[in-house]
Structures are given as structure tokens and as C-alpha cells.
């Protein structure tokens, strides 16, 4: 059976004017939308569980930006954690003393769907802000926020992502006193040693949730549904009978003294006591890129300013498709468009269903991806599309993805 989308926890927003809920629960599909105005994606029930924020494709939303001046980076010193002997094994209070200072809760929102919200979880890696989560809890976010051990929150802005790794990074300024948390190492850990893992559960908030189990395999692969209806395959992962609830994704599997060896990242619906997180040793270098600005997702790409479903995606209702006039399962409907990006200015609207991008065939958003990626912001590009049956065509100037 396939893993529940990896840890996110969708929040249930204030129920809407006319009685619109949003965003699903925790693990609940969201219901379906009778109004015209709410997101495509609400009535892909059976293909993208839970999921409550856009689907992020190279050419999709706008992640985490700060519209205001941009700040120098603030002097920081980081508050070390209590002496720990090396190879020291701590009790559980000893270990939360450690380790619970250096993990933050993460809240998310998509600016131009006000009832579209998330939580996951993080670390703090270094004293200049830097945070270590899951891709997909920031996933097609434009407002992120991070509340610290202390209670305290602040604005993040994403660094870089590895979506296919499932690994983003976001950096915080302006905060004091950050505690990195202490890498150790996954390759040596044991089937049977204890872990710890530690989250924002179920986005209760409030200080993390703790819960502690065994290693009972490593090295395990698994595929299952991203929030955009794909699919993403993860290896050398961590499987362990710590509770790991939606929510925890993004936060740390700890070893005995406290070292993260794990990114907590899944779950499996239905089973009893099996969770997995991400082996953190493989991590590292996609760590080192990322710090360097070299994600696969970074603030710099050029973004259309939309996010798509693909027509012939076979979860999607016969009356969606007839209510924008969809006859072919061709090329990608468009579901959001983000405003004053390079798509509103050209025109694009929900139910658009872009056909060809740059001469390019755009029946998979990994196409549109492809072209996207390979523009600068700045670039204007040509567009082929139908609007409710009808040829049109325009041209889009690309932004920046960090705006």
C-alpha cells in the first residue's frame, strides 16, 4: 500500500462563506468543490489525498519571498547544547534537553488561496538561520513560518529544495540565540537502537510532540503519491516504530545522544508502528548544495506563475473537463494562476489548457518544467493554448521565483 502523502499535515481552515471547508484533514481527502471559483485539484479525490496547497512545478508558484528590502544577514552566536559525552547514551528528558531547542514547528500558506494551509516540522542546522525540512512541507508555498522552541515566530524564506530527494532548506534572519542541531551518522546506526523522533505532530503546535521507538530496518525504498498527483521513489530510508504523524515530517530522528540520522518523511495508512525517515548521511552533500544555492529549486528560476493538472490525468472528473470545455486529454489544464506574474499579465486563466510552450509539446508538467528551467527571468516566452475549445495564443515574460 502506498505511503500517506509524506507527514504533511493539512490545517483545516475556518469554514468558508456558503459553507466551503478548504483544505481535507489530516490524511482526508479534500471535498469536492461545487463552486467554480475553488481549485481543480478538489475534485481529484482519488489521486491527490490531503493535499491543500498548489502543486509546485518549475513553472508554478511563487515560493517564500520577502516583497520588502532585502536584510543583511544578522550576527547570531549559537547557544551550545549541554556537554555530552561522545558515545554517551542519554535518557529521554536528557536527550529532549539537547536536541528540542534545535527543532521547529513550520507553517505554510499560499497567498492567493487564504484557506490553503500546512504544517510539517525542522531543524536548525547553523546559527545564521539556516533550516532543514522535507520539499514537500514547503511545497508550493509562498508564506512560510517558523516557530522556535521559545515560542517566537518569524518569517523563512526558502534557500533551495531537492524535491526528488525530498530535502528543501529555508533560512530565517533577525533571530538570537539559535541552537543547530548535531548531525551523527545514519550509517551507523544499529536495527534494534533506539531512536527518537520529534515533531509538530499533527499541526497541534505548541512545543513538539515526542515519541521514541527502535530502528527496525534501514535501507528500505519506497514510491508513493505527491500532493501533485506524481509520484516520488525514495531510498537507504530508515523505517522505524517511533509514531511519525502527519505533521512530523521535516523533523529529526535522533539516536541515543541526541544526533539527528534521519529526517522524519512518512507513514503507511493502515499499518501499525511503521514510519521512515530519510538516512541523513546520503543528505549531506545535497546539504552542501544547497547552502550553496544549487538546489533544483532555488529563488533564482525563472516561474510561469501557474500550476497545473495534466488532462489526461485519469482521476479527473467528466465535469471538469466539460465545465471548461475540455474535449482531448491534451496538453496541461491550468488550475491557479499567481498574480502579477508573467501568466496573469498574459492572460492565462484557470481551465486554460496550455498546449505547446517554445515549439514544445506540453502534455506532462514535466515538459513545461523542462522549458521553464531552461529560461532565465526575464525571458518571454510563447504560448499556444484553448479556452473552452478555442485556439489562442500569448506571450509570458517569466519572473523570479524569490521575486
Known amino acids: 500500500m502506498p505511503p500517506y502523502p509524506p507527514g504533511y499535515a493539512p490545517v483545516r481552515p475556518e469554514p468558508a462563506p456558503g459553507g466551503g471547508s478548504g483544505a481535507g484533514g489530516a490524511g482526508t481527502p479534500p471535498t469536492p468543490s461545487s463552486d467554480r471559483g475553488g481549485r481543480l485539484t478538489a475534485a481529484l479525490v482519488g489521486g491527490i489525498v490531503g493535499a491543500v496547497v498548489a502543486a509546485l512545478v518549475a513553472s ?6 520577502d516583497d520588502g528590502d532585502t536584510a543583511s544577514p544578522a550576527t547570531t552566536t549559537t547557544s551550545p547544547p549541554p556537554s555530552v559525552a561522545p ?18 514547528s513550520i507553517d505554510t500558506g499560499v497567498s492567493s488561496q487564504p484557506g490553503a494551509t500546512g504544517a510539517g516540522s525542522g531543524f536548525i542546522l547553523d546559527a545564521a538561520g539556516l533550516i532543514l525540512t522535507n520539499a514537500h512541507v514547503i511545497q508550493g508555498a509562498d508564506e512560510i513560518s ?3 522552541f521559545d515560542g517566537s515566530s518569524v518569517d523563512a524564506e526558502l534557500v533551495g529544495s531537492f524535491p ?26 544499529q536495527v534494534g537502537e533506539d531512536v527518537v523522533a520529534i515533531g509538530n505532530a499533527l499541526g497541534l503546535g505548541g512545543q513538539p510532540t515526542v515519541t521514541s521507538g527502535i530502528v527496525s530496518a534501514k535501507d528500505r525504498p519506497l514510491s508513493g503519491p505527491t500532493q501533485d498527483g506524481g509520484t516520488i521513489e525514495l531510498d537507504n530510508l530508515i523505517q522505524t516504530d517511533a509514531a511519525i504523524n502527519p505533521g512530523n515530517s521535516g523533523g529529526p530522528l535522533l539516536n541515543a545522544r541526541g544526533e539527528v540520522v534521519g529526517i522524519n518523511t512518512a507513514v503507511i495508512p493502515g499499518a501499525s508502528n511503521i514510519g521512515f525517515a530519510l538516512s541523513i548521511d546520503p543528505l549531506r552533500p545535497l546539504i552542501e548544495e544547497l547552502r550553496n544555492g544549487d538546489g533544483d529549486v532555488n529563488p533564482d528560476q525563472a516561474v510561469l506563475g501557474v500550476t497545473t493538472i495534466e488532462a489526461s490525468n485519469p482521476d479527473l472528473p467528466p465535469e471538469v473537463l466539460d465545465q471548461f470545455g475540455i474535449t482531448r486529454p491534451e496538453g496541461l489544464i491550468v488550475d491557479t494562476v499567481s498574480p502579477d506574474s508573467g501568466a496573469a499579465e498574459a492572460g492565462l486563466q484557470r481551465g486554460d489548457v496550455i498546449l505547446v510552450v517554445e515549439g514544445q509539446t506540453t ?36 519572473t523570479r521565483r524569490g521575486g
Open 60 to 65: 508554478g508558484l511563487v515560493l517564500a519571498t
Open 87 to 104: 558515545g554517551e547514551a542519554l535518557d529521554i528528558q536528557q536527550l529532549l534537553d539537547v536536541a528540542q531547542p534545535s527543532v521547529v
Open 146 to 148: 517558523v516557530t522556535f
Open 164 to 189: 526528488e530527494d525530498d530535502v528543501a532548506m529555508i533560512r530565517v534572519e533577525g533571530k538570537e540565540d539559535l541552537r543547530a542541531a548535531s548531525l551523527g551518522s545514519s550509517t551507523d546506526l
Open 363 to 398: 502534455d506532462t508538467q514535466a515538459a513545461l518544467s523542462e522549458v521553464i528551467r531552461s529560461k532565465a527571468p526575464g525571458d518571454t516566452i510563447a504560448i499556444s493554448y484553448e479556452r473552452e475549445g478555442v485556439p489562442m495564443e500569448t506571450e509570458a515574460t517569466l
